[in-house]
């Protein structure tokens, strides 16, 4: 099956400025999560979806970062406006519902610097 | 106190030994439980899920997991120069799905 996919790979702006990424999950998987890894540190949820609702956003920034999975399916992540400390890569991860126990597959992620 | 706590090492072993990789969880109520490793420069590729007390074996791989003492464990037999990664302990709280990670130890297998 393919695998979660995510672009774009790198991505550089100023501070202030917006960015946006996607991620297509697997085929038919209805969670979808947003994951953001700093260097050096493990991965922390920002968002997690099932179908097109969500369930978790606890530890999303939300006065600056937005998400949205229209359809159930394609997800985007936004931040507006960037700060330095959003550098880091952003990861996108999808599982089925009866198969939640078995863990779930990352994207390839999205390394975005703030300058 | 973390939910997740791992030792960042760098945990150092020389080829062809066991690595042994800790972590430690808050909640009681966690009920599954994954090793995931992440090369440099990559994302995190999932290698091991435990669920009951005792152990798990998966080829050179054996997870350990203590309820009792809220520990999980990787073992890493004959661990090879291409096992050096930063080894992930994640950890499921709750009814839907959400994982928490720790921060990861680094193990470097010298030639």
């Known amino acids: 099956e393919a695998g979660v996919a995510q672009s774009p790979r790198y991505k550089i702006i100023e501070k202030r400025q917006s960015v946006a990424f996607w991620c297509n999950p697997i085929?038919?998987?209805?969670?979808l999560y947003w994951y953001q890894q700093i260097l050096g540190q493990g991965p922390k949820l920002l968002i997690q979806?099932?179908?097109?609702?969500?369930?978790?956003d606890s530890q999303l920034p939300k006065d600056r970062f937005s998400a949205e999975r229209l359809k159930g399916v394609d997800s985007t992540l936004k931040i507006q406006p960037a700060k330095l400390e959003d550098s880091a890569v952003y990861l996108c991860?999808?599982?089925?519902?009866?198969?939640?126990?078995?863990?779930?597959?990352f994207g390839s992620g999205t390394r975005l610097t703030v300058v | 106190q973390k939910e997740v706590e791992q030792n960042s090492g760098p945990l150092s072993v020389p080829e062809g030994a066991i690595a042994s990789l800790n972590c430690t969880y808050s909640?009681?109520?966690?009920?599954?439980f994954f090793w995931y490793r992440q090369y440099s420069g990559k994302s995190p590729e999932l290698i091991m899920s435990?669920?009951?007390?005792g152990d798990k074996e998966d080829g050179r791989f054996t997870a350990q997991l203590n309820k009792a003492s809220q520990y999980v464990s990787l073992l890493i037999r004959d661990s090879q120069p291409s096992d050096s990664a930063t080894y992930l302990c994640?950890?499921?709280?709750?009814?839907?799905?959400?994982?928490?990670f720790g921060t990861g130890t680094k193990l470097q297998v010298i030639p």
């Open positions: 991860a999808s599982s089925s519902r009866d198969r939640a126990n078995y863990g779930y597959t």
């Open positions: 435990i669920y009951s007390n």
């Open positions: 909640d009681r109520g966690s009920q599954s």
């Open positions: 979806f099932q179908n097109n609702g969500v369930v978790d």
């Open positions: 085929s038919g998987h209805a969670t």
């Open positions: 994640a950890v499921r709280v709750g009814g839907y799905q959400k994982v928490t």
